[in-house]
Protein backbone atom coordinates (compact mmCIF):
# COMPACT_ATOMS: atom_id res chain seq x y z
CA UNK A 1 0.00 0.00 0.00
CA UNK A 2 1.54 3.26 -0.79
CA UNK A 3 2.56 5.05 2.57
CA UNK A 4 5.43 7.02 2.53
CA UNK A 5 9.22 6.90 3.82
CA UNK A 6 11.15 8.11 6.93
CA UNK A 7 11.50 11.56 6.30
CA UNK A 8 8.26 12.13 4.54
CA UNK A 9 6.51 10.35 7.46
CA UNK A 10 7.91 12.48 9.90
CA UNK A 11 6.99 15.33 7.85
CA UNK A 12 3.24 14.39 7.12
CA UNK A 13 2.81 13.51 11.14
CA UNK A 14 4.31 17.15 12.02
CA UNK A 15 2.11 18.60 9.55
CA UNK A 16 -1.29 16.57 10.73
CA UNK A 17 -0.05 18.17 14.30
CA UNK A 18 0.06 21.10 13.64
CA UNK A 19 -2.99 21.35 11.70
CA UNK A 20 -4.66 20.06 15.13
CA UNK A 21 -5.62 16.69 13.61
CA UNK A 22 -6.02 13.81 15.11
CA UNK A 23 -5.59 10.23 13.68
CA UNK A 24 -8.96 8.28 14.14
CA UNK A 25 -9.48 5.17 15.77
CA UNK A 26 -10.14 2.27 13.32
CA UNK A 27 -13.32 1.41 14.57
CA UNK A 28 -14.76 4.93 14.31
CA UNK A 29 -13.14 5.40 10.85
CA UNK A 30 -15.86 3.96 8.43
CA UNK A 31 -18.87 5.84 9.98
CA UNK A 32 -16.62 8.81 9.77
CA UNK A 33 -16.63 8.70 6.21
CA UNK A 34 -18.88 10.82 4.45
CA UNK A 35 -21.94 9.37 1.87
CA UNK A 36 -21.48 12.39 -0.17
CA UNK A 37 -17.77 11.72 -1.42
CA UNK A 38 -16.24 8.65 -3.33
CA UNK A 39 -13.47 7.12 -1.24
CA UNK A 40 -12.16 3.90 -1.02
CA UNK A 41 -9.13 2.52 -0.09
CA UNK A 42 -5.47 0.76 -0.95
CA UNK A 43 -4.01 -2.79 -0.19
CA UNK A 44 -1.47 -4.82 -1.11
CA UNK A 45 1.20 -7.30 0.64
CA UNK A 46 0.48 -5.99 4.69
CA UNK A 47 -3.37 -7.78 3.69
CA UNK A 48 -2.18 -11.00 2.45
CA UNK A 49 -2.16 -13.73 5.52
CA UNK A 50 0.93 -13.87 7.58
CA UNK A 51 3.63 -16.46 6.56
CA UNK A 52 4.12 -14.73 2.94
CA UNK A 53 6.19 -12.47 1.49
CA UNK A 54 10.28 -11.27 1.42
CA UNK A 55 12.30 -11.06 4.28
CA UNK A 56 12.12 -7.51 4.20
CA UNK A 57 8.47 -7.47 3.59
CA UNK A 58 6.64 -10.40 5.26
CA UNK A 59 3.18 -10.46 4.88
CA UNK A 60 0.91 -8.78 7.91
CA UNK A 61 -2.42 -10.13 7.65
CA UNK A 62 -4.18 -7.09 8.05
CA UNK A 63 -7.80 -6.39 7.56
CA UNK A 64 -9.23 -5.84 4.10
CA UNK A 65 -11.96 -2.62 3.35
CA UNK A 66 -15.27 -2.97 4.18
CA UNK A 67 -16.60 -3.23 1.04
CA UNK A 68 -19.87 -1.44 1.94
CA UNK A 69 -18.36 1.19 2.48
CA UNK A 70 -15.38 0.71 -0.13
CA UNK A 71 -16.11 2.71 -3.74
CA UNK A 72 -12.75 2.08 -4.85
CA UNK A 73 -9.75 -0.23 -4.20
CA UNK A 74 -6.27 0.64 -5.27
CA UNK A 75 -4.47 -2.75 -5.40
CA UNK A 76 -0.59 -3.26 -5.52
CA UNK A 77 1.41 -5.09 -7.39
CA UNK A 78 4.61 -5.55 -5.59
CA UNK A 79 5.99 -7.21 -2.99
CA UNK A 80 7.64 -3.99 -1.93
CA UNK A 81 10.74 -3.91 -4.39
CA UNK A 82 10.73 -4.30 -8.13
CA UNK A 83 10.77 -7.80 -9.43
CA UNK A 84 9.07 -9.24 -6.17
CA UNK A 85 4.99 -9.52 -6.23
CA UNK A 86 2.49 -9.12 -4.22
CA UNK A 87 1.91 -12.57 -2.87
CA UNK A 88 -1.77 -12.68 -2.42
CA UNK A 89 -2.48 -10.20 -5.70
CA UNK A 90 -4.64 -13.28 -7.09
CA UNK A 91 -7.06 -13.50 -3.76
CA UNK A 92 -7.07 -9.53 -3.27
CA UNK A 93 -8.54 -9.09 -6.88
CA UNK A 94 -10.65 -12.46 -6.44
CA UNK A 95 -12.16 -10.41 -3.58
CA UNK A 96 -12.26 -6.94 -5.44
CA UNK A 97 -14.15 -9.27 -8.20
CA UNK A 98 -16.62 -10.81 -5.82
CA UNK A 99 -17.95 -7.05 -4.62
CA UNK A 100 -17.71 -5.58 -7.64
CA UNK A 101 -15.36 -3.01 -6.55
CA UNK A 102 -13.88 -0.23 -8.97
CA UNK A 103 -9.72 -1.36 -9.13
CA UNK A 104 -6.80 0.03 -10.02
CA UNK A 105 -3.61 -1.01 -9.72
CA UNK A 106 -0.14 0.44 -8.44
CA UNK A 107 3.54 -0.37 -8.13
CA UNK A 108 6.80 -0.13 -6.41
CA UNK A 109 9.21 2.06 -8.66
CA UNK A 110 13.04 0.59 -7.32
CA UNK A 111 16.61 2.02 -8.25
CA UNK A 112 17.77 -1.68 -9.76
CA UNK A 113 20.30 -4.12 -8.06
CA UNK A 114 24.04 -4.89 -9.75
CA UNK A 115 22.11 -7.81 -10.56
CA UNK A 116 19.40 -6.89 -11.74
CA UNK A 117 21.46 -4.47 -13.96
CA UNK A 118 23.55 -7.21 -15.84
CA UNK A 119 20.39 -9.91 -15.37
CA UNK A 120 18.12 -6.92 -17.66
CA UNK A 121 20.53 -4.36 -18.78
CA UNK A 122 20.82 -4.79 -22.55
CA UNK A 123 17.82 -6.94 -23.26
CA UNK A 124 15.59 -4.04 -23.76
CA UNK A 125 14.08 -1.92 -26.38
CA UNK A 126 17.14 0.74 -25.37
CA UNK A 127 19.95 0.78 -27.18
CA UNK A 128 23.54 0.69 -26.41
CA UNK A 129 25.97 -0.13 -23.45
CA UNK A 130 26.36 3.42 -21.42
CA UNK A 131 24.65 3.23 -17.71
CA UNK A 132 21.27 4.87 -18.64
CA UNK A 133 20.47 3.10 -21.46
CA UNK A 134 20.76 -0.30 -19.01
CA UNK A 135 18.66 1.54 -16.24
CA UNK A 136 16.13 2.61 -18.86
CA UNK A 137 16.11 -1.15 -19.60
CA UNK A 138 15.83 -2.83 -16.67
CA UNK A 139 13.03 -0.20 -15.40
CA UNK A 140 11.33 -1.17 -18.45
CA UNK A 141 11.81 -5.37 -17.12
CA UNK A 142 10.19 -3.91 -13.71
CA UNK A 143 6.85 -2.28 -15.94
CA UNK A 144 7.02 -5.73 -18.05
CA UNK A 145 7.56 -8.15 -14.84
CA UNK A 146 4.39 -6.42 -13.06
CA UNK A 147 2.11 -6.27 -15.98
CA UNK A 148 2.62 -10.07 -16.52
CA UNK A 149 1.45 -11.08 -13.25
CA UNK A 150 -1.80 -8.61 -13.73
CA UNK A 151 -2.44 -10.58 -16.90
CA UNK A 152 -2.28 -13.85 -15.58
CA UNK A 153 -4.80 -13.07 -13.19
CA UNK A 154 -7.48 -11.27 -15.44
CA UNK A 155 -6.73 -8.23 -13.35
CA UNK A 156 -8.33 -5.22 -15.45
CA UNK A 157 -7.60 -1.63 -14.85
CA UNK A 158 -7.13 1.42 -17.26
CA UNK A 159 -4.24 2.90 -15.16
CA UNK A 160 -0.79 2.12 -13.03
CA UNK A 161 0.31 4.47 -10.23
CA UNK A 162 3.70 4.48 -9.95
CA UNK A 163 4.81 5.23 -6.47
CA UNK A 164 7.98 7.18 -6.14
CA UNK A 165 9.45 7.47 -2.57
CA UNK A 166 12.57 7.18 -0.76
CA UNK A 167 12.47 3.13 -0.10
CA UNK A 168 14.96 1.82 2.78
CA UNK A 169 14.50 -1.47 1.10
CA UNK A 170 15.75 -0.61 -2.07
CA UNK A 171 17.43 2.94 -1.99
CA UNK A 172 17.02 5.24 -4.93
CA UNK A 173 20.83 6.71 -6.17
CA UNK A 174 21.96 9.97 -5.57
CA UNK A 175 21.61 10.73 -9.23
CA UNK A 176 18.29 12.09 -10.38
CA UNK A 177 19.38 11.64 -13.76
CA UNK A 178 19.95 7.79 -13.42
CA UNK A 179 16.72 7.83 -11.09
CA UNK A 180 14.62 9.56 -14.31
CA UNK A 181 16.49 6.69 -16.44
CA UNK A 182 14.62 4.20 -14.27
CA UNK A 183 11.52 5.74 -14.38
CA UNK A 184 11.11 6.48 -17.56
CA UNK A 185 11.88 2.59 -18.35
CA UNK A 186 9.08 1.74 -16.18
CA UNK A 187 6.72 4.30 -17.53
CA UNK A 188 7.44 3.17 -21.25
CA UNK A 189 6.09 -0.27 -20.38
CA UNK A 190 3.37 0.44 -18.87
CA UNK A 191 2.20 2.73 -21.87
CA UNK A 192 3.98 0.69 -24.62
CA UNK A 193 1.27 -2.17 -23.23
CA UNK A 194 -1.64 0.93 -23.52
CA UNK A 195 -2.21 1.61 -19.99
CA UNK A 196 -2.22 5.16 -18.71
CA UNK A 197 0.39 6.05 -15.73
CA UNK A 198 0.10 8.34 -12.94
CA UNK A 199 1.88 9.15 -9.44
CA UNK A 200 1.98 8.70 -5.82
CA UNK A 201 4.83 10.81 -4.53
CA UNK A 202 5.32 13.80 -2.63
CA UNK A 203 6.83 17.36 -3.81
CA UNK A 204 9.99 16.66 -1.95
CA UNK A 205 10.25 13.04 -2.72
CA UNK A 206 9.91 13.63 -6.31
CA UNK A 207 12.42 16.84 -6.44
CA UNK A 208 15.25 14.78 -3.98
CA UNK A 209 14.64 11.57 -6.43
CA UNK A 210 13.78 12.54 -9.77
CA UNK A 211 14.56 16.41 -9.91
CA UNK A 212 12.16 19.13 -11.28
CA UNK A 213 10.87 17.03 -14.20
CA UNK A 214 7.36 17.11 -15.49
CA UNK A 215 5.20 14.88 -16.86
CA UNK A 216 2.29 16.13 -16.58
CA UNK A 217 0.42 12.72 -15.41
CA UNK A 218 -2.25 12.35 -12.57
CA UNK A 219 -1.47 12.80 -9.54
CA UNK A 220 -2.11 10.59 -5.91
CA UNK A 221 -1.39 12.79 -3.11
CA UNK A 222 -1.29 11.71 1.12
CA UNK A 223 -1.82 13.51 4.07
CA UNK A 224 -0.79 10.96 6.06
CA UNK A 225 -1.98 9.83 9.47
CA UNK A 226 -4.93 12.40 9.46
CA UNK A 227 -8.57 12.38 8.74
CA UNK A 228 -10.62 12.42 5.47
CA UNK A 229 -11.47 15.80 5.68
CA UNK A 230 -7.46 16.68 5.62
CA UNK A 231 -7.30 14.35 2.54
CA UNK A 232 -9.82 16.27 0.46
CA UNK A 233 -8.27 19.53 1.54
CA UNK A 234 -5.14 17.85 -0.09
CA UNK A 235 -6.42 17.78 -3.04
CA UNK A 236 -5.66 21.41 -3.69
CA UNK A 237 -2.15 21.41 -2.79
CA UNK A 238 0.35 22.24 -5.16
CA UNK A 239 1.04 20.03 -8.40
CA UNK A 240 3.90 17.57 -7.89
CA UNK A 241 4.67 17.18 -11.51
CA UNK A 242 2.24 19.41 -13.25
CA UNK A 243 -0.38 16.87 -13.35
CA UNK A 244 -3.79 17.03 -12.09
CA UNK A 245 -4.56 15.89 -8.36
CA UNK A 246 -7.06 12.82 -8.83
CA UNK A 247 -6.86 10.54 -5.98
CA UNK A 248 -5.95 11.90 -2.42
CA UNK A 249 -5.02 9.41 0.72
CA UNK A 250 -5.03 9.06 4.47
CA UNK A 251 -4.23 6.37 7.01
CA UNK A 252 -4.35 4.95 10.43
CA UNK A 253 -2.94 1.71 12.53
CA UNK A 254 -4.82 -0.49 9.87
CA UNK A 255 -6.48 0.92 7.15
CA UNK A 256 -5.20 3.32 3.92
CA UNK A 257 -8.01 5.30 3.14
CA UNK A 258 -8.50 7.16 0.03
CA UNK A 259 -11.03 9.86 -2.06
CA UNK A 260 -11.25 10.96 -5.30
CA UNK A 261 -10.49 14.56 -5.50
CA UNK A 262 -13.53 17.15 -6.81
CA UNK A 263 -13.64 17.17 -10.60
CA UNK A 264 -12.82 13.29 -10.87
CA UNK A 265 -16.18 11.70 -8.52
CA UNK A 266 -18.26 11.40 -11.97
CA UNK A 267 -19.33 8.18 -13.62
CA UNK A 268 -17.38 9.16 -16.70
CA UNK A 269 -14.04 10.31 -14.44
CA UNK A 270 -14.72 7.02 -12.67
CA UNK A 271 -14.94 4.93 -15.65
CA UNK A 272 -11.14 6.88 -16.56
CA UNK A 273 -9.42 5.75 -13.70
CA UNK A 274 -10.95 2.10 -12.28
CA UNK A 275 -12.32 -1.20 -13.91
CA UNK A 276 -14.60 -3.29 -12.80
CA UNK A 277 -13.77 -6.98 -12.37
CA UNK A 278 -15.04 -9.11 -15.18
CA UNK A 279 -17.11 -12.27 -13.21
CA UNK A 280 -17.18 -13.95 -16.40
CA UNK A 281 -13.48 -14.70 -18.02
CA UNK A 282 -11.45 -14.74 -14.92
CA UNK A 283 -9.28 -17.96 -14.63
CA UNK A 284 -10.78 -20.59 -12.89
CA UNK A 285 -9.40 -22.68 -10.32
CA UNK A 286 -8.18 -25.38 -12.67
CA UNK A 287 -6.57 -23.05 -15.05
CA UNK A 288 -4.85 -20.34 -12.76
CA UNK A 289 -1.50 -19.86 -13.77
CA UNK A 290 0.84 -18.84 -11.02
CA UNK A 291 2.27 -15.47 -10.32
CA UNK A 292 5.25 -15.18 -11.49
CA UNK A 293 7.59 -15.65 -8.98
CA UNK A 294 11.00 -13.76 -8.50
CA UNK A 295 14.14 -15.13 -10.29
CA UNK A 296 16.49 -13.09 -7.71
CA UNK A 297 18.11 -14.30 -4.60
CA UNK A 298 16.06 -13.14 -1.41
CA UNK A 299 16.47 -9.13 -0.33
CA UNK A 300 17.86 -8.98 3.40
CA UNK A 301 15.48 -8.12 6.28
CA UNK A 302 15.17 -4.41 6.62
CA UNK A 303 13.07 -2.91 9.28
CA UNK A 304 10.18 -0.96 7.43
CA UNK A 305 10.12 2.69 8.94
CA UNK A 306 8.05 4.55 6.66
CA UNK A 307 4.20 3.96 6.06
CA UNK A 308 3.54 5.56 2.69
CA UNK A 309 2.19 3.47 0.04
CA UNK A 310 3.23 -0.48 1.31
CA UNK A 311 3.80 -1.79 -2.62
Avoid at 81 to 110: E, I
Avoid at 133 to 138: H, P, Q, W
Avoid at 300 to 309: D, N, S, T
Wanted: aromatic share 10%; with cysteine; charged share 15%.
Amino acid sequence: MPTLTTVTAAVAIAAALMLGATQPADATVAAAISPAVVAGADISWPQCPKGMGIPSRPTEGQPLPNPKTTKFVMIGLTNGPAFYPNPCLRSQVDWARKNQLNVAAYSMTTYPTSAQLKQYGQSGPYKGSDVLTKLRNTGYAQGQFNLANARKIALSTPIIWMDVEHYPVRPWSTNTTYNRAVFEGVKAAYQKAGYKVGIYSTSYQWKAILGTVRYGVPEWHTSGPTSQATARAACKSPSIQGGPTVISQWWTSKYDYDVLCPGFTSTAAINTYFRKQATTGAPTSAAKSAVVAPKLIPLPRHQRVWHGLRG
